[in-house]
């Protein structure tokens, strides 16, 4: 798909796909186009060209056959300001053939204590939480989530997570943007990474991310690093970036023990002290930084 | 209170399995009407618009004599349909567009949009709940203006007529507060729907006897919504007019003028 706003290019030939039942994640810095790509699917906005299909249905056209089976979460208000949570929610339950029970859908989404509190005195994250329980109320079969964790404190961002698995397991599809690389490591089956309104990668997590094994530590800058790669095994790499922070990789994949004995052996003839040493595989933050040369939250 | 502190329950797989539907759209429409009653009903500022106002006026305006209003009536008999009228132009337009407009900003009506309601069955919930305000309104001013004293002069022919002018000046009034809440930002929609107000209910015949303005004056400002309701509501109640002819066809061009405009130009988000 193809979205302008006059001369401003929103979404640039994008072309994604989300399964039935899985967890897709729309992955991008602040810009990218994330919020127009869904809400294009939601039926908002048009494309101005490229095919869109939801459930089989036209966004657009089918509007009034596609909202029924679709929940959607904004990524900020939608909910009048003075209205308490419950009676909020109790009335979108009237719009459904048969919705979730609303006080145990605040009950799940942790603002049971606060159904008669009106919208606009709960926290951030308690506002975002009561948008989600609007998304899931009518049980859609696929579910739109814009940024559903921003803002949210982290217990509240593991019982969001905790919800969207649960989702997943009976089968309803998620559809979620999301800028923290974690969340979509976590969540997705398949994570889109789109910059400047493309794909930039496409994939499931595991697959984006691959297996090759890494080393980070800090040191001192300026180390050699030449010197370092004659101490290691033939297949490594080495850098410094940015100053100070070391990056050893073997695409082969594991990081042995010897390697580690390596390394630390080269510090301890310099008489340097690593700190913040870690093994660990890519993340997507790193398949993001190569395919993109910017830091995904800059 | 934050975050896992107030969650009682894991969500768990074996409650969320797809039953999506729609409900019928007779209760989607009851449900969203009574919704937008109950948070005007709630709303402080729209009371006094609604309801305060027009009763003040009609009880201090009667009481005390302020000012003429010669033409044979009495006091009382002059204002409640001026106060009629302006009960419905405060509900249908002033109260509405404000409302409208804030729902527009803070994308209430975009997160409606994604629900099943439809968007004529939004409409068709905020008309409902509009004349459901004004049937609480005329009770209220009814019994207040009866308890001062207020004694109709209609021909049986008001009991159609007058639910027809309320119907055409609601539906001219509801066009305009659109397509002010559809086009201008909140708080701009805010100043002008007030300002109107207060202006048309200075110069609306409400308070105040369109006779007492000079000829081309009287003619122009009995072409406005809120003057042809207000002396075609003073025709039918306190002069025995059976249809006030010019009255009714001047709402009805109204309606179909604000409606069209509204369609055209509104913008959800």
């Given at each position: 798909?193809?979205?302008?706003?006059?001369?401003?290019?929103?979404?640039?030939?994008?072309?994604?796909?989300?399964?039935?039942?899985?967890?897709?994640?729309?992955?991008?810095?602040?810009?990218?186009?994330?919020?127009?790509?869904?809400?294009?699917?939601?039926?908002?906005?048009?494309?101005?060209?490229?095919?869109?299909?939801?459930?089989?249905?036209?966004?657009?056209?089918?509007?009034?056959?596609?909202?029924?089976?679709?929940?959607?979460?904004?990524?900020?208000?939608?909910?009048?300001?003075?209205?308490?949570?419950?009676?909020?929610?109790?009335?979108?339950?009237?719009?459904?053939?048969?919705?979730?029970?609303?006080?145990?859908?605040?009950?799940?989404?942790?603002?049971?204590?606060?159904?008669?509190?009106?919208?606009?005195?709960?926290?951030?994250?308690?506002?975002?939480?009561?948008?989600?329980?609007?998304?899931?109320?009518?049980?859609?079969?696929?579910?739109?989530?814009?940024?559903?964790?921003?803002?949210?404190?982290?217990?509240?961002?593991?019982?969001?997570?905790?919800?969207?698995?649960?989702?997943?397991?009976?089968?309803?599809?998620?559809?979620?943007?999301?800028?923290?690389?974690?969340?979509?490591?976590?969540?997705?089956?398949?994570?889109?990474?789109?910059?400047?309104?493309?794909?930039?990668?496409?994939?499931?997590?595991?697959?984006?991310?691959?297996?090759?094994?890494?080393?980070?530590?800090?040191?001192?800058?300026?180390?050699?690093?030449?010197?370092?790669?004659?101490?290691?095994?033939?297949?490594?790499?080495?850098?410094?970036?940015?100053?100070?922070?070391?990056?050893?990789?073997?695409?082969?994949?594991?990081?042995?023990?010897?390697?580690?004995?390596?390394?630390?052996?080269?510090?301890?003839?310099?008489?340097?002290?690593?700190?913040?040493?870690?093994?660990?595989?890519?993340?997507?933050?790193d398949v993001f930084l190569e395919l993109t040369g910017r830091e995904l939250r800059s | 209170m934050t975050g896992a502190a107030s969650l009682n329950q894991a969500p768990t797989t074996g409650r969320f399995a797809p039953e999506p539907g729609a409900a019928p759209l007779r209760r989607m429409v009851a449900a969203q009407s009574a919704f937008e009653t109950r948070q005007l009903l709630r709303n402080g500022e729209q009371l006094t618009l609604t309801l305060i106002i027009p009763l003040l006026?009609?009880?201090?305006?009667?009481?005390?004599?302020?000012?003429?209003?010669?033409?044979?009536?009495?006091?009382?008999?002059?204002?409640?349909?001026?106060?009629?009228?302006?009960?419905?132009?405060?509900?249908?337009?002033?109260?509405?567009?404000?409302?409208?407009?804030?729902?527009?900003?803070?994308?209430v009506l975009k997160r409606l949009g994604a629900t099943p309601l439809s968007r004529a069955g939004l409409i068709a919930a905020k008309t409902l709940t509009v004349i459901g305000v004004e049937l609480l309104q005329a009770v209220i001013i009814v019994i207040v203006a009866a308890a001062l004293g207020w004694s109709p002069d209609a021909a049986p022919a008001a009991i159609v007529v007058v639910p027809l002018l309320i119907l055409l000046g609601t539906a001219a009034f509801s066009g305009f507060?659109?397509?002010?809440?559809?086009?201008?930002?909140?708080?701009?929609?805010?100043?002008?729907?007030?300002?109107?107000?207060?202006?048309?209910?200075?110069?609306?015949?409400?308070?105040?006897?369109?006779?007492?303005?000079?000829?081309?004056?009287?003619?122009?400002?009995?072409?406005?919504?809120?003057?042809?309701?207000?002396?075609?509501?003073?025709?039918?109640?306190?002069?025995?007019?059976?249809?006030?002819?010019?009255?009714?066809?001047?709402?009805?061009?109204?309606?179909?003028?604000?409606?069209?405009?509204?369609?055209?130009?509104?913008?959800?988000?």
């Amino acid at each position: 798909m193809v979205k302008r706003y006059g001369p401003v290019t929103a979404i640039d030939g994008l072309t994604l796909t989300a399964r039935r039942g899985e967890v897709t994640a729309i992955l991008g810095p602040n810009g990218a186009g994330k919020t127009t790509a869904i809400e294009v699917c939601e039926g908002y906005r048009a494309a101005d060209s490229g095919t869109v299909r939801v459930l089989g249905l036209d966004p657009a056209r089918d509007a009034a056959a596609l909202r029924p089976r679709v929940g959607v979460m904004l990524q900020a208000g939608g909910i009048p300001p003075a209205v308490p949570a419950g009676e909020y929610l109790r009335t979108l339950s009237r719009f459904h053939k048969k919705p979730h029970d609303t006080a145990w859908l605040l009950d799940i989404v942790g603002l049971s204590g606060s159904a008669k509190i009106p919208y606009k005195r709960l926290s951030g994250g308690q506002q975002q939480r009561l948008s989600l329980a609007a998304a899931v109320l009518g049980r859609p079969e696929l579910v739109f989530l814009d940024e559903p964790t921003a803002g949210m404190d982290p217990q509240a961002r593991h019982a969001t997570w905790d919800l969207v698995t649960a989702l997943k397991g009976d089968g309803v599809g998620v559809i979620l943007t999301t800028h923290f690389m974690d969340e979509a490591e976590r969540l997705a089956d398949h994570v889109i990474i789109i910059d400047h309104g493309r794909a930039v990668a496409d994939g499931a997590p595991g697959k984006l991310t691959g297996s090759a094994g890494q080393l980070r530590f800090r040191a001192v800058a300026g180390l050699d690093i030449e010197s370092l790669l004659a101490a290691l095994p033939a297949d490594s790499a080495a850098k410094e970036s940015p100053a100070g922070h070391y990056l050893i990789e073997v695409p082969s994949g594991v990081i042995e023990p010897a390697l580690l004995a390596a390394v630390t052996a080269w510090c301890a003839d310099r008489g340097v002290l690593p700190s913040s040493l870690q093994i660990e595989s890519r993340t997507l933050e790193d398949v993001f930084l190569e395919l993109t040369g910017r830091e995904l939250r800059s | 209170m934050t975050g896992a502190a107030s969650l009682n329950q894991a969500p768990t797989t074996g409650r969320f399995a797809p039953e999506p539907g729609a409900a019928p759209l007779r209760r989607m429409v009851a449900a969203q009407s009574a919704f937008e009653t109950r948070q005007l009903l709630r709303n402080g500022e729209q009371l006094t618009l609604t309801l305060i106002i027009p009763l003040l006026l009609l009880a201090a305006f009667s009481l005390e004599p302020l000012i003429s209003f010669g033409g044979g009536y009495t006091r009382i008999d002059f204002l409640t349909p001026g106060v009629i009228a302006l009960a419905v132009m405060s509900t249908a337009f002033t109260s509405q567009a404000i409302a409208t407009g804030f729902e527009r900003r803070y994308g209430v009506l975009k997160r409606l949009g994604a629900t099943p309601l439809s968007r004529a069955g939004l409409i068709a919930a905020k008309t409902l709940t509009v004349i459901g305000v004004e049937l609480l309104q005329a009770v209220i001013i009814v019994i207040v203006a009866a308890a001062l004293g207020w004694s109709p002069d209609a021909a049986p022919a008001a009991i159609v007529v007058v639910p027809l002018l309320i119907l055409l000046g609601t539906a001219a009034f509801s066009g305009f507060a659109l397509l002010l809440a559809g086009t201008l930002r909140a708080e701009a929609t805010l100043a002008a729907a007030n300002l109107i107000y207060v202006v048309l209910l200075g110069v609306g015949g409400v308070v105040f006897s369109l006779d007492k303005f000079p000829v081309g004056a009287r003619s122009f400002l009995q072409a406005l919504p809120t003057g042809a309701l207000s002396t075609g509501l003073r025709d039918v109640l306190a002069n025995g007019v059976a249809f006030p002819v010019r009255d009714v066809v001047t709402l009805a061009v109204w309606a179909v003028i604000s409606i069209t405009l509204a369609a055209r130009y509104f913008r959800w988000e």
